[in-house]
C-alpha cells in the first residue's frame, strides 16, 4: 500500500487501502500535533470490516473526536482511533528497554563495585561488553509450522527468521495469539510497544542468546538443538535480559547500556555460578576480554543471556552461519538449510551434538514418562538424537497456538521436555566440525 501524507489538521482524506483478514488500515493526521507541524504523528487506523466491500475500492476516511469512520463503497464503517505520539514497535521497543538500562546505571555501578571490587570501573568492562561474544538463535529446524512447511524449509523458501507470531511454532511458550501469555509478556516487557503491531507484519522481536561464552550449541540449546549466528551489526537493534523475559527480570541491557547486565553478571561470578558454569570473577572479565571460550557444551538449561533481537532476520543481511546438529545429516533439513545457504549467502557449520541411550533416561529430570517415549522415538540402536524426537513430532498435526501454550501432557510438550533431557543428560554424538563451510559447499 502506497499512502500519501494528509496534511495535518484535515478532518478528511482519500487514501490507498490494504485489506487483510477483514481490517482495513489507513494513515490518517492525528490531533497529537499542532496544525504547523508537518512532521507530526500520523494514526494507524484500523477498522474491522468486510474485507470483500473493501475489495477494489478506496476508503474515505473521516476522524470525529477518538473515533475514526470510514466509507466504503457507500458502507460506512467506525472504530475507535489510535493515536500515535511517538515511535511503535521495535524502535519503541529498544527506547522502552534502554530507558530501564539508563535509570539502572547508578545503582548498578555500586553492584558492580561489591561483586568485583579489583576489577576497576563498571564503565571499562561495558567497553568489553559492548563487543563480547555473538549471537544466536536456537531453534529446532523440523518442527511444521503454520505455512505446512518445516523450519528449514521455510527459512530456504521465506529468506527470514520469523517469530512465532508469524510461524506458530517456538521451544519456549507458543501463546503468540492475541490474549496469550506472549503478549501480556511482551506487553509488560516492552511498555506496549508492539500491542498494535499485526502478526503478519513480522516485526515482532525474536528470541536467542548473548553468546559469551561460544558454547558448541549455542547461547540458549533448551530452545533449540541447532542455531543462527547473527552478523555484528544486529547488535543495534537488540535488547538483553539476565534471565528469561517472561519472567521479567530486573537486569535488561542494550550494548550501548549495559550496566545492570554486567552487574548481575559480576554477582552470578562472585558466587562461583557465571552462567550456571563453575565461573568466577577473573572468568568474567577473561569473558569480556575475549579470552575464554567453553572447552565442551555446558548442557546448561537455564544459563544464558536472553538476547531480544527487533526489527526483523534476513538471511541474506543479517546472517554469518547456521550450525546444524550432525543427527540431520543426510536428511531433508540438511538439504533445506545447504540450499538456504547457497541461496542467501551464509555459511553452514556442524557442532557436537547429543544422544543418550534409553536406558540411561531418567525419570525425575522431566518427569517420569521420559523413559518410555525415548524408547518410542529412539532408532532401531536404542539412541535418541534431535533427528529421532524431530521424526516423532511430524506424527503430529499442527495446532494452533493457545492462550496458555500446550498443555504438559500434550505430546508437543513432552517431546520438548524429552529434548531438554538429552540436552542436560546426554553425551556428545561426535560428527562435530569447526570448520564452516561457505555458502553451505
Not at 503491531?197 to 515482532?204: D, F
Request: proline share 5%.
Amino acid at each position: 500500500m502506497s499512502l500519501q501524507r494528509p496534511a495535518l489538521g484535515e478532518r478528511r482524506e482519500t487514501l490507498g487501502q490494504d485489506v487483510s483478514n477483514g481490517i482495513v488500515t489507513g494513515l490518517v493526521p492525528t490531533e497529537c500535533g499542532t496544525e504547523d507541524d508537518q512532521s507530526g504523528p500520523l494514526a494507524i487506523a484500523k477498522l474491522d470490516v468486510a474485507a470483500q466491500l473493501a475489495v477494489g475500492r478506496t476508503p474515505h476516511f473521516f476522524h470525529p473526536g477518538s473515533m475514526l469512520v470510514a466509507v466504503i463503497g457507500g458502507n460506512r464503517f467506525s472504530g475507535r482511533r489510535v493515536c500515535s505520539t511517538g515511535p511503535v514497535g521495535s524502535e519503541a521497543a529498544i527506547e522502552a528497554i534502554t530507558r530501564r538500562a539508563t535509570a539502572n546505571r547508578a545503582g548498578a555501578a555500586s553492584r558492580w563495585a561489591a561483586s568485583a571490587p579489583d576489577a576497576g570501573s563498571i564503565e571499562r568492562w561495558a567497553s568489553y561488553f559492548r563487543n563480547a561474544g555473538r549471537l544466536t538463535l536456537n531453534f529446532h529446524p523440523d518442527r511444521i509450522a503454520r505455512s505446512g512447511l518445516t523450519v528449514a524449509a521455510g527459512l530456504a523458501a521465506d529468506g527470514h527468521y520469523r517469530s512465532q507470531w508469524t510461524t506458530g511454532v517456538t521451544a519456549g511458550s507458543r501463546s503468540a495469539i492475541t490474549g496469550g501469555e506472549r503478549q501480556r509478556f511482551e506487553r509488560e516487557f516492552f511498555d506496549g510497544a508492539y500491542e498494535s503491531i499485526e502478526a503478519s507484519t513480522g516485526e515482532h522481536p525474536v528470541y536467542g542468546a548473548l553468546d559469551v561464552l561460544f558454547d558448541q550449541h549455542g547461547g540458549s540449546p533448551r530452545f533449540g538443538s541447532c542455531f543462527v549466528v547473527l552478523e555484528q551489526h544486529v547488535r543495534e537493534r537488540t535488547t538483553f535480559s539476565l534471565g528469561d523475559s517472561h519472567l521479567a527480570p530486573p537486569d535488561v541491557a542494550t550494548f550501548a547500556e549495559p550496566w545492570s547486565v554486567l552487574a548481575g553478571l559480576a554477582e552470578q561470578a562472585q558466587r562461583g555460578e557465571l552462567l550456571g558454569r563453575r565461573l568466577g570473577g577473573d572468568d568474567l572479565l577473561q569473558v569480556l576480554e575475549g579470552n575464554h571460550r567453553s572447552n565442551g557444551p555446558a548442557r546448561n538449561l537455564d544459563g544464558y543471556i536472553e538476547a531480544q533481537v527487533h526489527g526483523g532476520v534476513s538471511l541474506g543481511d543479517d546472517v554469518e552461519m547456521i550450525v546444524l546438529d550432525p543427527s540431520f545429516h543426510g536428511s531433508a533439513v540438511e538439504s533445506d538449510i545447504t540450499a538456504a545457504a547457497e541461496r542467501y549467502g551464509f555459511d553452514l557449520a556442524w557442532h557436537g551434538g547429543s544422544e543418550i541411550e534409553v536406558e540411561e533416561v531418567p525419570d525425575d529430570f522431566r518427569g517420569p514418562s521420559m523413559p518410555a517415549i525415548a524408547s518410542r522415538v529412539a532408532r532401531a540402536d536404542g539412541i535418541v538424537g534431535a533427528h529421532a524426537i524431530g521424526v516423532a513430532a511430524l506424527e503430529d498435526r499442527f495446532e494452533e497456538p493457545t492462550s496458555h501454550g500446550d498443555p504438559q501432557e500434550s505430546p508437543r510438550q513432552q517431546l520438548k521436555y524429552l529434548w531438554h533431557t538429552l540436552l542436560a543428560h546426554g553425551r556428545d554424538a561426535g560428527g562435530g566440525d569447526s570448520q564452516s563451510h561457505p555458502n553451505g559447499g
